[in-house]
């Protein structure tokens, strides 16, 4: 397995036109084709958090897709950082 394969987990803070366009639907779908485990979430500033855990080249993937949103999204920036890996066995939307 090359190193970039491994499994690790990152969470990332979505700014902009995030909520309300169907931003956590198309996180969850992507998410889900790559086998990724975490979720989506709405924070209460307006922001999407997104938690993924599974090989490092999926969740840099996820990340370029996160950049990028559904059709009536506009996303103004992406904060990523380490998290603790989690015990998820799918990923999927929070309320």
Same mark, same amino acid.
């Given at each position: 397995?090359?190193?970039?394969?491994?499994?690790?987990?990152?969470?990332?803070?979505?700014?902009?036109?995030?909520?309300?366009? #169907?931003?956590?639907?198309?996180v969850e779908k992507h998410a889900q084709r790559m086998g990724l485990r975490g979720y989506a979430k709405? +924070? !209460? =500033?307006?922001?999407?958090?997104?938690?993924?855990?599974?090989?490092?080249?999926?969740?840099?993937?996820?990340? #370029?897709?996160?950049?990028?949103?559904?059709?009536?999204?506009?996303?103004?920036?992406?904060?990523?950082?380490?998290?603790? +890996? !989690? =015990?998820?066995?799918?990923?999927?939307?929070?309320?």
């Amino acid at each position: 397995m090359k190193s970039e394969d491994s499994n690790s987990a990152k969470r990332f803070v979505v700014r902009g036109r995030v909520q309300g366009v #169907g931003y956590r639907f198309y996180v969850e779908k992507h998410a889900q084709r790559m086998g990724l485990r975490g979720y989506a979430k709405n +924070l !209460g =500033d307006g922001t999407v958090e997104v938690v993924a855990y599974g090989t490092s080249s999926a969740i840099q993937e996820l990340e #370029g897709l996160l950049r990028i949103g559904p059709r009536l999204a506009l996303v103004s920036g992406v904060e990523a950082e380490a998290a603790p +890996l !989690g =015990d998820y066995s799918h990923f999927r939307v929070r309320v």
